[in-house]
T-cell receptor, first 114, second 113 residues
Framework: NAGVTQTPKFQVLKTGQSMTLQCAQD?????MSWYRQDPGMGLRLIHY???????DQGEVPNGYNVSRSTTEDFPLRLLSAAPSQTSVYFC?????????????FGPGTRLTVL | AQSVTQLDSQVPVFEEAPVELRCNYS??????LFWYVQYPNQGLQLLLK??????LVKGINGFEAEFNKSQTSFHLRKPSVHISDTAEYFC???????????FGQGTELSVKP
């Protein structure tokens, strides 16, 4: 099992550019989520999905889009990058939406917006 | 709404010393509590979790945590730390009713020789 994989590991964008952060898991997990990590703020939930075709907003969804066409993949799209989106992005998955479940995290994508 | 406060942003300790990382939470309903660890340049991994039952929870790598409902705390402890425990530690809470996982700000543990 590869677990949760994320690409790219690093990315530099200019303000206004768009891009997609990729996330995939091979554990047949129903629940997937995207977090951003900023110094002194812990992890904040951006969007999540409870299964293919179902997504919902987290704490900080503005400026990001998601879709879930398959169980395995959960890409995060930045529509028009802004310097405030400079952060480390983590994708996570768990067996279902039960709040008692362990979440499995990918290695992260470090994004810089100039 | 739930919230989590980690009382120390940085904790420096010497190797083989004991350590306690403090976590307080706020919630009007029953909660599940978690500690995750993030080693440098890696994703987070679960150390331990409290769901119900015994208030003392043992996790991986010799860590344990105690759930104290009256003080709304879930402090993480290790009796003797190693250099390899240097990492950032996150306390997190979710509700029994199915709420999302809410993370604290993180505590950076630095173990010195």
């Amino acid at each position: 099992n590869a677990g949760v994989t994320q690409t790219p590991k690093f990315q530099v964008l200019k303000t206004g550019q768009s891009m997609t952060l990729q996330c995939a898991q091979d554990m047949n997990h129903e629940y997937m989520s995207w977090y951003r990590q900023d110094p002194g703020m812990g992890l904040r939930l951006i969007h999540y999905s409870v299964g293919a075709g179902i997504t919902d907003q987290g704490e900080v969804p503005n400026g990001y889009n998601v879709s879930r066409s398959t169980t395995e993949d959960f890409p995060l799209r930045l529509l028009s990058a802004a310097p405030s989106q400079t952060s480390v992005y983590f994708c996570a998955s768990s067996t279902d939406r039960g709040s008692y479940n362990e979440q499995f995290f990918g290695p992260g994508t470090r994004l810089t917006v100039l | 709404a739930q919230s989590v406060t980690q009382l120390d942003s940085q904790v420096p300790v010497f190797e083989e010393a004991p350590v306690e990382l403090r976590c307080n939470y706020s919630s009007s309903v029953s909660v599940y509590l978690f500690w995750y660890v993030q080693y440098p340049n890696q994703g987070l991994q679960l150390l331990l979790k409290y769901l119900s039952g015994s208030t003392l929870v043992k996790g991986i790598n010799g860590f344990e945590a105690e759930f104290n409902k009256s003080q709304t705390s879930f402090h993480l402890r290790k009796p003797s730390v190693h250099i390899s425990d240097t990492a950032e530690y996150f306390c997190a809470v979710s509700t029994v009713q199915g709420g999302k996982l809410i993370f604290g700000q993180g505590t950076e543990l630095s173990v010195k020789p």
